[in-house]
């Protein structure tokens, strides 16, 4: 079975960086695309950054330029380095492989307050 597990969240000020990791087990890593999402409380899960397996990345507007997605197939690991983090960050992070049926670990929560 497929397993996802987020880790590297945490409680930060505004400006300061996280780096997120999700480790997958149970599919054959390098042959996924990966995303990472992200769902405030209240809110819609959105998807943050696309990582295709030609390493192409893609990022949705508001992370520009502040987040990068990256993986590492050796370690079927994938990364969310997020730098000068807004209160807007604020939500929990899940990684995804885009397989049907979609699959989802319990993610790892960022707060950024001051």
């Known amino acids: 079975q497929v397993q996802l597990v987020e880790s590297g969240g945490g409680l930060v000020q505004p400006g300061e960086s996280l780096r997120l990791v999700c480790t997958a087990t149970?599919?054959?890593?390098?042959?996924?695309?990966m995303f990472w999402f992200r769902q405030a409380p209240g809110g819609w899960r959105e998807k943050v950054a696309t990582?295709?397996?030609?390493?192409?990345?893609g990022y949705m507007e508001s992370v520009k330029g502040r987040f990068t997605i990256a993986r590492d197939n050796a370690k079927n690991t994938l990364y969310l380095q997020m730098n000068n983090l807004k209160p807007q960050d604020t939500a929990k992070y899940y990684c995804?492989?885009?397989?049907?049926?979609?699959?989802w670990g319990q993610g790892t929560q960022v707060t950024v307050s001051s």
């Open positions: 149970g599919i054959n890593f390098s042959n996924y695309p």
């Open positions: 995804n492989s885009g397989q049907v049926p979609s699959y």
């Open positions: 990582i295709d397996t030609d390493f192409s990345t």
